[in-house]
C-alpha cells in the first residue's frame, strides 16, 4: 500500500467537525486492518474564520516508519483522495495559508479521486473545476451540503455517507467492512451503517481527461521576499475621501450623501485576500424596491457595497464573504436575497446587468430567488442549531432503497 493520504476541504468552523469526523474515522478504520494513520488540520488555518476554505488531513501506512517518512513533510503534496464537503469549493478555494486562489484538484495525485457533496450532476460540477494536465475521478456524495452553524453539529449521516463513498473511490485506503466498524465501534448506530453501505454501493466515479474543466487561470499574487520587508512593523493605511468608479479616482467623496457627485463610490479593498472563495451564497439585489436605506452599506462586514452613480448599493462579488448580513438588515422584503452561490460562473457585478436589460435583469433574479426559496441550500452564517425538520430526510438516506 506505501501510504494512502486523504485530504477533506471544507468551510472555516462551520464544517470543522465534519471534517473532523471524517479523517479520525479514516484512521480509526485503518488501524481495524493493521496499518497505522494519523488526522491533523493545517496549522495556517488556525484560527479558522467563518466559511474561509481549510483543510484537514488523514494519513495512513502500513507500518509507523512509512509513515513517519510521509509525515516529515508539513502537509502532504499530493494526495490520494480530496474530499470537498461544500461543492462551491470546486470554483477554488482562497484560504489564509497562502494567497490567490487555488485549485480545488491542485493537491489530487494523476490519477487520483475528488469525492464532492452536493446535489449537482459531475458535468455540472465540471464546468466550476480548473482543467488541469493530469487525469482525475471524479465522484459525488449526493445531498444537500452539510452546514452547522457555531459550536452545534448538524448530524445528517454526511459524514458516514462520505466515508461509504470514500471506501468504495480508495478501497487501498481500507475496505468498506472496516469503515463501518469503526463507524459502530464510535456511534453504535444502525442507521448511520445503512446511510454508510448505501453510500458505498450508490457511489460512481467518471474520468475527467486532461483540459476538461473549466479554463481560467486562477489569480495569484508576488509577494516580497524577507529581504525585500520594510524595517519595523508598517501597518500600511488607506487615504480617506477618494471615490473610485474602476481603478479611476473620481473626486472627494461626500459621506453625508454616500455619493461622489453622482458618479458613485467604491472603497477601498484588500487586492491580495479577495475573499470571494469563502462564500457559498451570494446576495441578488432587487435594484427596483430599493429604497436607498443604507443599511447593507453600512452593515456589510466588508464593505461591498459600491454607491451607484444613481446611489443605489451593488454588492462587489469579488470582495462579498456571503455572510447573509445585507439580506437581514435591508427592510424591504425580498430586496436582498442569498442565493445559491453554485448557479453562478463569475462575479459580475448586478447593477451594470439591471441598468443594460432592466426586464432581463428582473427576469434572471426571480428566477434565482425563487429557486433558493424552494431548495435547502444554506451555509453556516445562518444556521443557529436545530434541525429537526432535517430528520426525515435523513432516515430517508438511510432506509430509501
Ligand atoms: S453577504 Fe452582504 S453583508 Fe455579507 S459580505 Fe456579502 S455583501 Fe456584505
Ligand atoms: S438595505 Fe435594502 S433597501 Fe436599504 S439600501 Fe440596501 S438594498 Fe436598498
Known sequence: MARVAVEV??????????????????????????KVGTAFGRYGDSPERNGIPAKQFAVVADDELELEEHLAQYEPKDVDVTIAVDDTLCKGVESWAWYGLQPINKPTKAGGTLLVTSQQGRTDLIQDIHARSEPYSLGVVRGSV????????????????????????????????????????????NLKIASTRKSYERTETRVVEPGQGNPETPYSFVL???????????????????????????GEFDPHHNQLGGAGYEPDRNQLFKKFSTRSMRPMVNFDTCIKCTLC???????????????????????????????????????????????????????????????GYNQWMTGLVDQAKAEKRSHGFHHVGGYAEDIAEMEEVASDD
Open 146 to 189: 452539510s452546514f452547522s452553524g457555531l459550536w452545534v453539529y448538524k448530524e445528517d449521516h454526511t459524514d458516514v455517507r462520505v466515508l461509504g463513498a470514500l471506501a468504495k473511490v480508495c478501497p487501498e485506503l481500507v475496505s468498506i467492512e472496516s469503515m463501518e466498524a469503526a463507524i459502530r465501534d464510535q456511534w453504535d448506530d
Open 9 to 34: 476541504v471544507y468551510r472555516g468552523i462551520f464544517q470543522k467537525n465534519l471534517a473532523q469526523r471524517i479523517t479520525r474515522t479514516i484512521v480509526f478504520a485503518a488501524k481495524k486492518e493493521g
Open 297 to 359: 452599506w453600512l452593515h456589510c462586514p466588508d464593505s461591498c457595497f459600491d454607491v451607484t452613480p444613481d446611489g443605489l448599493y451593488d454588492a462587489n462579488l469579488e470582495a462579498c464573504c456571503g455572510c447573509g448580513v445585507c439580506d437581514d438588515v435591508c427592510p424591504v422584503p425580498d430586496c436582498v436575497v442569498m442565493v445559491n452561490e453554485a448557479e453562478f460562473n463569475d462575479n459580475a457585478g448586478q447593477w451594470e446587468f439591471w441598468q443594460r436589460d432592466k426586464e
Open 224 to 250: 516580497p521576499g524577507w529581504t525585500e520587508m520594510e524595517e519595523a512593523l508598517v501597518v500600511q493605511g488607506h487615504g480617506q475621501g477618494t471615490g473610485f468608479r474602476g481603478a479611476e479616482p473620481v
